[in-house]
Each structure stands twice: as C-alpha cells, then as structure tokens.
C-alpha cells in the first residue's frame, strides 16, 4: 500500500485513547473540501509494506492505531496491514473511511475497534460531492450495513461545507442512519479553510455557521443525538 506519513501520537482521533495514526495515500473520491487534497493522487505517498508500516511504528508511547487517509479501504492489502498491527497487541484499532470499497472493508472488519465513516451527502447528491464518474451511494449503504452488522463501534461523521451542503443534506443522511438501524451519536463538524484545501476549490466554499443547523439539530430523529463540532 502507499502510505504518506506516521504520527507517532495523537490524542485526537480516538477518544480517550493516544493513538499511533497512519495516513494511507491516494483516494477515489475528489471532494471539493479536502484538507488532504495532496494525498488524493493514487501515486502519492510511498510503497511500503505492511511488516515495514508497523516496523515504523515500533517504541511510539500510544495505546492503539488510527488508520486514516487518503482513503484506506482502496488498498487491497489494508487487511494485511490491520492483522499485523492487532498482532502488536494494542488496546484499540480505530479506521477512518467513507465506505466506497465494502470487500476490503468486510475482509477488515476482524481486525478493527471502531471506525469513523464519513458520510459526505445526502444519498441523491453523493456523485455531485464527491465527484466520481459513476454513483458510490449503493457501496457506501453496502458499507454501513456491515458495519452495523459487526461488532466494531460505528462513529457517523459528516463534514458541513457552506456553498455545498444544505441542512437537507444532514437531515437525510440521519434519516439514513436510523432506515439502517443505526442509533447513537452523529456528529457534525464544519469545514474550515485550510492549507491542505486547493485554493482554487476554497474560493468557491464558505466556511458555516452553526445556525444553519439549529432546524434539523432540534428536530433529530428519535435515536439520534446530533453532535455539533464547530472547529
Ligand atoms: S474522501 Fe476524504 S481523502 Fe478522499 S477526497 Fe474526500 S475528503 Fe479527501
């Protein structure tokens, strides 16, 4: 797999747990906002092996691993990664993704804690977000309905970009959630201008306020408990 870069420790992705955090490269999707845009070309990052990914990761002071992107589930091999790292006997593996490649990951699924899915549109606007020749929405469903299938603790997270999403959005993703049988915390944080974005894509985004989802946050469906995270 390719990956960009290894934090040793951060107290941020996981809650209450320091984790070791390994940013996997390349991504299938083209969302206008991403503060990673430079990990987005599938040729970014450097080949690496999963021994030699968790050899890196050896002697850091963290309880468990994050592995986020990027996009990881495009890597054929991010199960192999996963198996190894649980190997080091760690208290908690966590995975960030957005659900596009359900194969790798199922295959995943007995290796992983939690996972962070990050839900980027309502259903009927998820080719125009992301910007993808073909409709993702059927495999990001696929997705969540193996995820709440499985043991792993599934953490909802949607990124709320002004010029791009409306509270629409939000209150079908949750309606989404609860159709799926998913209850718990969902949580919502806005886009923020930063140096990762392509200043050519920033120009035409808005940076949020919270106001604009005082409607939907007030009336979530019975089930959900909408997190705001205005950063
Ligand atoms: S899915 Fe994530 S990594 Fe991929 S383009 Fe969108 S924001 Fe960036």
Known sequence: MRIASIIDISLVDVPGIPVTVIFTAGCNFDCPYC???????????????????????????????????????????????????RGQDPRHINLNTQGSVPNILRRSLPFLDSVWFDLKAAPGRYRDVVRTRSNPWPRIEESLRLLLDSSAKVWPRTTYVGNLLTPEDIREIM??????????????QNYVDSQGVRPSEAEQLRVPSADELDDVVRNSPRGIRVRLDWR
Do not use: K
């Open 175 to 188: 309606d989404v959630l609860v159709e799926l049988g998913f209850s718990g915390e969902y949580l919502v």
């Open 35 to 85: 503060q990673n845009a430079e990990l987005i070309p599938r040729d970014s990052g450097e080949e690496m092996a999963p021994e030699e990914v968790v050899r890196r990761t050896q002697g850091f002071l963290s309880e468990g691993f994050c592995v986020t992107g990027g996009e990881p589930t495009i890597h054929g091999d991010l199960p192999d990664l996963l198996e190894a790292l």
